[in-house]
């Protein structure tokens, strides 16, 4: 696919963290997920914020940021431990890094997503893509499940530091179309050293802490993946990531 064209209950949920193996702490659950099982964790919110979205378009773009946390955890990497300054203090969250390329008849375009989570239910996330020239695709912050807030200012920077080996299948039985989308590329596993700084406008109900989230730069890991297509043809990865960050917010 051309890049041009692409990225971007509670109570309920809780049940699929302890199946998949972990408790309700931390942003990572607190149990020591693998990535597969992780993904199969963020599949459940991403299933469950796709049928709210239905009756509630609030949850749309749940479901959108939902699922660029699923692909680095489907195709292998471990989320990276970031501590990340908000207007109130430091925190901990978990994050990835990754990168596509579409490489059409020997010219290659690229974009490089970051996104990061404040707790294992993702009821507070940020998400930001940009292009190897550095312009933007959009940063967003997603808070109170389900409200998206689009970025006041930004700094963001990610540069590739190793890739490594082909990523691993995805584990059986995720439903999210992102996971199919990504099989049809080239994926390997890599290394980023990332930096964001973002800031919101305050709103009513979300906590004011978020009107500043940064962390400096970060050794994260991710993905690579690759669209290898002819001249015009376009891959599903490439329309999913950069229309979901472009178009709707």
Not at 11 to 23: E, K, L, M, R
Not at 173 to 184: D, K, R
Not at 215 to 236: M, N
Request: glycine residues 10%.
């Amino acid at each position: 696919m051309h890049l041009s064209t692409r990225l971007f209950f509670a109570a309920a949920i809780v049940a699929t963290i302890a199946a998949c193996g972990g408790s309700s702490t931390g942003p990572d659950g607190g149990g020591g997920h693998t990535p597969g099982t992780l993904a199969q964790h963020f599949d459940t919110l991403y299933q469950h914020a796709k049928a709210s979205s239905v009756s509630d378009a609030n949850f749309t773009f749940r479901a959108q940021a939902l699922s660029n946390l699923e692909l680095g955890a489907a195709f292998g990497a471990a989320p990276t431990t970031i501590t990340v300054t908000t207007s109130s203090g430091t925190e901990q969250w978990k994050g990835f890094v990754f990168e596509e390329l579409h490489d059409s008849s020997g010219v290659v375009d690229s974009a490089t997503f970051i996104v990061a989570y404040r707790d294992s239910l993702v009821h507070t996330m940020v998400l930001s893509g940009f292009l190897a020239n550095g312009t933007s695709l959009g940063s967003f912050l997603l808070a109170n499940d389900t409200l998206g807030i689009s970025s006041s200012s930004r700094t963001q920077s990610a540069s590739l530091t190793s890739v490594g080996s082909s990523c691993p299948a995805p584990i059986s039985g995720l439903v999210n179309p992102i996971i199919a989308a990504g099989e049809t590329t080239t994926c390997t596993s890599a290394q980023f050293d990332a930096a964001l700084a973002l800031g919101f406008p305050a709103t009513t109900g979300v906590d004011a802490a978020l009107t500043a989230v940064s962390f400096p730069t970060t050794s994260i890991a991710g993905e690579r993946f690759v669209d290898a297509g002819t001249p015009g043809s376009r891959v599903g990865l490439a329309s999913l990531l950069r229309r979901r960050l472009k178009t709707n917010y």
